[in-house]
């Protein structure tokens, strides 16, 4: 157990909703990022807060969004769902941006 | 920028056979290195950093800065070896953060 814990495990929902996925990093860690690991895509680095600051950017729709709140924990906003938005997502979180990464389980979202 | 290559999705080798999951990056600084694994249902766990120069599970990965490259070597493959492995890599960026880019993975298959 890594100590990152992700709400929900799976999540089915229709084309066109949306859905918040939450994370809660490991006690003391300032950094939350998101991951999308589809079969296709492999793991695809979303996006990264860092003491609720947005710190880097990679491949995320503009559909999508994230926060980081006070208490560090970090929610993934995803809008206007389509069938390829079908992916797990992982959350992970470090203690510094250097440091290793720890993942959580991920949320599997399926989208029908 | 910065960029994680892993040219092999798949590399499948026999029990006992020495094994080379490739690693090239691209990056301008001085990185710091990491190889993560995924086991069949389970989440991206650390496997190994290069700054530690250590051995975990029989594995090794050393950087080499002249060929930009970070090779995770096994000399006799096992077949609880079988699983999804990441390469990734962290270095300063403009405005004074780092960035985390993950390579695209390589599943290995280990034959009995």
């Known amino acids: 157990d890594s100590g990152v814990t992700q709400t929900p495990k799976h999540l089915i929902t229709a084309t066109g909703q949306r859905v918040t996925l939450r994370c809660s990093p490991r006690?003391?860690?300032?950094?939350v990022y998101w991951y999308q690991q589809s079969l296709d895509q492999g793991l695809q680095f979303l996006i990264q807060?860092?003491?609720?600051?947005?710190?880097a950017k990679g491949n995320i729709l503009e559909r999508f969004s994230a926060q980081q709140f006070p208490d560090l924990h970090s929610e993934l906003n995803l809008s206007s769902l389509e069938l390829g938005d079908s992916a797990l997502y992982f959350c992970?979180?470090?203690?510094?941006?250097?440091?290793?990464?720890?993942f959580g389980p991920g949320t599997r979202l399926t989208v029908t | 920028a910065q960029r994680v290559t892993q040219p092999e999705k798949l590399l499948s080798v026999f029990k006992g056979a020495p094994v080379e999951l490739k690693c090239n990056y691209s990056?301008?600084?001085?990185?710091?290195l990491f190889w993560y694994v995924q086991y069949s249902r389970q989440r991206l766990q650390l496997l190994l950093r290069?700054?530690s120069r250590e051995s975990i599970k029989g594995f090794t990965a050393d950087l080499n800065k002249g060929e930009t490259s970070f090779h995770l070597k096994k000399p006799f493959a096992q077949e609880e070896d079988s699983a999804m492995y990441y390469c990734?890599?962290?270095?300063?960026?403009?405005?004074?953060?780092?960035?985390?880019?993950f390579g695209t993975g390589t599943k290995l298959q280990v034959i009995p």
């Open positions: 992970a979180s470090s203690a510094r941006d250097t440091y290793e990464q720890y």
């Open positions: 006690s003391g860690d300032l950094s």
């Open positions: 807060y860092y003491n609720g600051e947005e710190r």
């Open positions: 990056y301008s600084g001085s990185p710091e």
């Open positions: 290069h700054i």
């Open positions: 990734a890599l962290s270095g300063w960026e403009w405005g004074g953060y780092q960035k985390v880019t």
